[in-house]
């Protein structure tokens, strides 16, 4: 039998509102966080989902939490769904990094999947991690709540596009994107799909049209 994963990114957090690094940092959503969690819970209401599973850190398991609501399922939490570790540059605006880590920072950036910043995890780390996590899934339609680093990683490994061309895989705060794994290579259906958020963003931010 075939599985459909949903990789779904939290809402909105203090951090992201303020432009900080958050990597495993424990942060909450903010209120237009929690309105982007709702007209989420609300996309995916009529669709079938059979099992949910989250990262451990608040804001993946308070929007896991809402979409396994209307159907409902409870909540298992997977360490592995966590996002990449970024130590010592948790809790700081790249501005504040640069400041103080110049040539680190400018490596990162241009290599992202070389460089790891101190106390931090690699990109290698992290992608062992979600493609064990991914080797599991049982069958049916399953949501992973879980965040934009992790799910840029496991898409890179799952299509073969390089770790360093991570940021053309972007996801938005609460979008959904979805891969379909039946049979040999796994088929990427949408990226980013955020239509259930229209009323939500700024008008020079269009959303993207997708059939999760």
């Given at each position: 039998?075939?599985?459909r994963l949903l990789l779904v990114r939290h809402g909105e957090t203090t951090y992201n509102a303020s432009g900080v690094v958050s990597g495993q940092a424990d942060v909450p959503l903010t209120g237009p966080g929690d309105c982007q969690v709702a007209a989420l819970a609300r996309r995916l209401a009529d669709r079938r989902i059979d099992h949910v599973v989250s990262s451990p850190l608040a804001r993946?398991?308070?929007?896991?939490?809402?979409?396994?609501?209307?159907?409902?399922?409870?909540?298992?939490?997977?360490?592995?769904?966590?996002?990449?570790?970024?130590?010592?540059?948790?809790?700081?605006?790249?501005?504040?990094?640069?400041?103080?880590?110049?040539?680190?920072?400018?490596?990162?950036?241009?290599?992202?999947?070389?460089?790891?910043?101190?106390?931090?995890?690699?990109?290698?780390?992290?992608?062992?991690?979600?493609?064990?996590?991914?080797?599991?899934?049982?069958?049916?339609?399953?949501?992973?709540?879980?965040?934009?680093?992790?799910?840029?990683?496991?898409?890179?490994?799952?299509?073969?596009?390089?770790?360093?061309?991570?940021?053309?895989?972007?996801?938005?705060?609460?979008?959904?994107?979805?891969?379909?794994?039946?049979?040999?290579?796994?088929?990427?259906?949408?990226?980013?799909?955020?239509?259930?958020?229209?009323?939500?963003?700024?008008?020079?931010?269009?959303?993207?049209?997708?059939?999760?």
């Amino acid at each position: 039998m075939a599985t459909r994963l949903l990789l779904v990114r939290h809402g909105e957090t203090t951090y992201n509102a303020s432009g900080v690094v958050s990597g495993q940092a424990d942060v909450p959503l903010t209120g237009p966080g929690d309105c982007q969690v709702a007209a989420l819970a609300r996309r995916l209401a009529d669709r079938r989902i059979d099992h949910v599973v989250s990262s451990p850190l608040a804001r993946a398991v308070a929007t896991a939490e809402a979409i396994a609501a209307p159907h409902g399922l409870g909540v298992r939490l997977d360490d592995d769904l966590r996002e990449l570790g970024m130590g010592a540059w948790e809790g700081r605006t790249p501005r504040e990094i640069r400041a103080r880590e110049p040539a680190t920072f400018d490596a990162w950036r241009a290599r992202p999947d070389r460089v790891v910043p101190e106390g931090g995890e690699s990109v290698a780390a992290l992608a062992d991690r979600a493609m064990r996590a991914a080797e599991n899934l049982p069958p049916g339609t399953v949501v992973w709540s879980t965040h934009g680093g992790f799910i840029g990683v496991l898409l890179c490994r799952l299509l073969g596009v390089p770790q360093h061309r991570r940021s053309q895989l972007h996801t938005d705060n609460a979008s959904v994107s979805e891969v379909y794994f039946d049979g040999k290579y796994p088929v990427l259906r949408a990226l980013n799909a955020t239509e259930h958020l229209a009323d939500l963003l700024p008008d020079h931010h269009r959303p993207v049209y997708a059939s999760p």
